[in-house]
Every structure is written in structure tokens, then in C-alpha cells.
T-cell receptor, first 114, second 114 residues
Framework: SAVISQKPSRDICQRGTSLTIQCQVD?????MFWYRQQPGQSLTLIAT?????????ESGFVIDKFPISRPNLTFSTLTVSNMSPEDSSIYLC???????????FGEGSRLTVL | AQSVTQLDSHVSVSEGTPVLLRCNYS??????LFWYVQHPNKGLQLLLK??????LVKGINGFEAEFKKSETSFHLTKPSAHMSDAAEYFC????????????FGQGTELSVKP
């Protein structure tokens, strides 16, 4: 199975600041996605991270709030900008294998905004 | 458009009795369907997947699911529950035509009583 590493695993941040989450995947992964899991909720897709170009955002998510980079095939970042307590969630990086189509997930980054 | 509905937000069973977690899907294209499990404070793990091969899919830890196109269902079952099965379970739909994005159901929390 593919290996996906995220950091930080958790953080506590102040309102109005920004946090960047990093995701490193192994070479089996072709597509990369970012999901959000709010407390007690299911996972919601934020965007598809596209290599070398702007991410493709889902309805309700915008680049100014969640800028995403993917400078190469195996690395991506998600920034949560100008944070508010409503942004307190687990943010998960995921990647799909070109061989199996299976989606693999990182352990997630648990963000608490005070 | 794709969607998935998990019919029960919480299921409670006794150890050793059967487990049934219900899932209905909607997809304009031939779907791929998955069940993921999330243990407390752990990452997501793939239990099993259906990708247009055999309609009865066997997964890890004794779980299986049957794809029924006529009923648009993909229910997860296990003959005998173990205490370690207590977790959150997500039914997920994907379509190659939709760029491989996964759409998650709301989740079913499984409790196992001794």
C-alpha cells in the first residue's frame, strides 16, 4: 500500500493566523486530494491537488481560504488561512494509486483554533 | 452527480452476533464503492472495494459487502462481531468519470457490547 505522511499531526492555533499542512506520498500515488473532517462529521472533499497548476476546488471551498500547492508528484501543502474556531477540524491528505485506484489516507492533521 | 446515504448513524450489537451496516448510493456512472473504517484517533483504513467485478466482495477482518444494482445498495456485513470492530464506518462512492474523487457517507458508528 502507498505511504502517506502528514505533518503536523496536530496543532493549536490562534484566531486570525494561518497554518500550512504538508503531505508527502510515495511514488505509487498519482492523484492527491485534501479532505476535511469536522468534529463528529464525515469527510468532505476540499480540493484535488494538481501537479504544477492550480488546485480544483469543490463547492464551498475557495483558494483564498485554502491555498494548495503541489510542486511535484509526491508533495503537496494545504494552508488554512485567517483561521477561526469554525476551522477546527481534522485535515486529511489522500492519494490514489494508478495501479489499483485505491485511495490511501494520511493520519490527518488535527487543528484546534482558539 | 454522485451521493451516498448511510441509513443508520449508530448501530449497536452484542459480541458474537451479526453486523449489518446499510448503505445506498446514487451515481450517474458505473460506480466504484468502498467501505472504510476509522478507529478512534486513527487514520482511515480500507475494508473492501467493489469495482465492477464480482458483486459479493470480501474484505479484511471478516467483513463483506454485496453490490445490488437493482436496489442501489452496498450493505456491509459480518457474521460475528468482535469488540475490536467498534469504530466509525464510512460508505464511499467514486467514479472514474468524476476524476476518481471519493464521496463519503455520513458514517455509522458501530458499538459492540460484551
Amino acid at each position: 500500500s502507498a505511504v502517506i505522511s502528514q505533518k503536523p499531526s496536530r496543532d493549536i492555533c490562534q484566531r486570525g493566523t494561518s497554518l500550512t499542512i504538508q503531505c508527502q506520498v510515495d511514488s505509487q500515488v498519482t492523484m492527491m486530494f485534501w479532505y476535511r473532517q469536522q468534529p463528529g462529521q464525515s469527510l468532505t472533499l476540499i480540493a484535488t491537488a494538481n501537479q504544477g497548476s492550480e488546485a480544483t476546488y469543490e463547492s464551498g471551498f475557495v483558494i483564498d481560504k485554502f491555498p494548495i500547492s503541489r510542486p511535484n508528484l509526491t508533495f503537496s501543502t494545504l494552508t488554512v488561512s485567517n483561521m477561526s474556531p469554525e476551522d477546527s477540524s481534522i485535515y486529511l491528505c489522500s492519494g490514489s494509486s494508478s495501479n489499483t485506484g485505491e485511495l490511501f489516507f494520511g493520519e490527518g492533521s488535527r487543528l484546534t483554533v482558539l | 452527480a454522485q451521493s451516498v446515504t448511510q441509513l443508520d448513524s449508530h448501530v449497536s450489537v452484542s459480541e458474537g452476533t451479526p453486523v449489518l451496516l446499510r448503505c445506498n448510493y446514487s451515481s450517474s456512472y458505473s460506480p466504484s464503492l468502498f467501505w472504510y473504517v476509522q478507529h478512534p484517533n486513527k487514520g482511515l483504513q480500507l475494508l473492501l472495494k467493489y469495482t465492477s467485478a464480482a458483486t459479493l466482495v470480501k474484505g479484511i477482518n471478516g467483513f463483506e459487502a454485496e453490490f445490488k444494482k437493482s436496489e442501489t445498495s452496498f450493505h456491509l456485513t459480518k457474521p460475528s462481531a468482535h469488540m475490536s470492530d467498534a469504530a466509525e464506518y464510512f460508505c464511499v462512492v467514486s467514479s472514474y468519470n468524476q476524476g476518481g474523487k471519493l464521496i463519503f457517507g455520513q458514517g455509522t458508528e458501530l458499538s459492540v457490547k460484551p
